[in-house]
């Protein structure tokens, strides 16, 4: 076999703090949507696994909850799922925000006050902890002062647990082909892992609930979609065009939240339904109906059956 046959596949996880940009660059780099995407930190709560292919290489994305200092039971088991996804992985990518505030001197940034900071700095110290070398690559560079993402590369840089340092914006795409080309290099020599033409590994079920997730964080504020989580509890064919009914619970954890989700008369449920059956729609590229319904259930952040669902580990 000659040295362009060769195929390369291998895993490579993005870590980062919360909102860093980590699902969108997951995003960009399949080419299609895998992973939920807000505004609003901690959005994704499982890791996701993405296929890329890049000439002969393919590579495995896998994007993880941002890394934080916990306090739920779900936010320990999110944050876990993300080192344990840095562990089994080829090349670690550690995805910084460089609008928040960077600082790695120690006890600069303290819990509470400097957030962004201070995630940073646990990952800098997590990667130091377990003698992993990381990529560092510098996100949201659109809009930001060249002399500025200099003095945050080499900040970090200097902590001595990165290899290289790429600069890119997720959003816009600018410098993801040279990251994209890098990643697939580094790929160890192997058969492909996925079939070429498969971009996503989620089941159609929990996509669907994602989906509809991602709508309740982008239409609902404050403590509500971090009180929310969405069950697909039936998926079955509509002979009549070919379509999928899709029905699905939204949890809240107190009576009083069922209104806000509802809206009024039921305004607000049906846009979320809305915006969500339409995205569903093309994803899947077919009619899809959508039901959905809203229940009260205090305690599904302690239901151990969600977790094993998302993959995630209860008792950590
Ligand atoms: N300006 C700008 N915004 C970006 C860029 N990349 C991501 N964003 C925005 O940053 C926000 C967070 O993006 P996500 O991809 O959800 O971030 P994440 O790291 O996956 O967040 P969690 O899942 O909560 O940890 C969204 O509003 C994105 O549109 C970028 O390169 N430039
Ligand atoms: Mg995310």
Redesign the pocket.
């Known amino acids: 076999m000659s040295e362009q046959d060769k195929t390369r596949a291998g895993f490579a996880a ?1 870590i ?12 960009r780099l399949v080419g299609s949507k895998v ?11 499982f890791p996701v696994r993405g296929v890329a292919m890049q000439g002969q290489s393919q590579i495995v994305l896998v ?6 200092t916990p306090r739920r039971r779900l936010d320990r088991a999110m944050v876990r799922s993300a080192w344990g996804a840095g562990e089994g992985a080829d090349v670690v990518v550690h ?1 910084v ?1 460089v ?1 928040g505030e960077i600082l790695v001197q120690e006890g600069e940034a303290k819990p509470g006050e400097r957030r962004s900071a201070f995630d940073v700095q646990s990952i800098v110290e997590g990667l130091k902890g377990s003698g992993t070398k990381a990529i560092l690559v510098l ?5 930001m002062r060249r002399d500025k993402l200099l003095g945050a590369a080499q900040i970090l840089f200097e902590t001595g647990v990165y290899t290289e340092v790429f600069m ?5 795409g ?1 410098g993801v082909d040279d990251l994209k080309q890098r990643l697939a290099d580094l790929m160890p020599e192997s058969p492909w892992l996925y079939p070429e033409d498969q971009s996503a590994d989620i089941p159609a079920r929990l996509l669907a609930a994602e989906i509809t997730r991602e709508k309740i964080y982008l239409r609902l504020h404050e403590e509500l979609p971090y009180s929310a989580s969405v069950e697909t509890t039936a998926f079955t064919e509509v002979a009549k065009d070919g379509g999928a009914r899709i029905e699905q619970t939204i949890f809240v954890e107190r009576e009083g939240q069922r209104p806000i989700v509802l809206g009024k008369g039921g305004q607000t449920l049906k846009l979320i339904g809305e915006a969500s059956r339409t995205e569903l729609a093309e994803l899947f590229d077919r009619p899809v109906h959508l039901f959905l319904h809203v229940k009260v259930k205090e305690n599904w952040a302690e239901e151990r059956g969600s977790y094993a669902d998302w993959g995630l580990d209860f008792d950590v």
């Open positions: 993005v980062g703090a919360p909102n860093a940009g980590k699902s969108t660059l997951v995003n992973s939920i995407v807000t505004q609003k930190v901690q959005t994704t709560r994007d993880t909850p941002g890394i934080f995805l925000d609008n996100n949201k560079i659109d809009g890119i914006s997720a959003l816009d600018s």
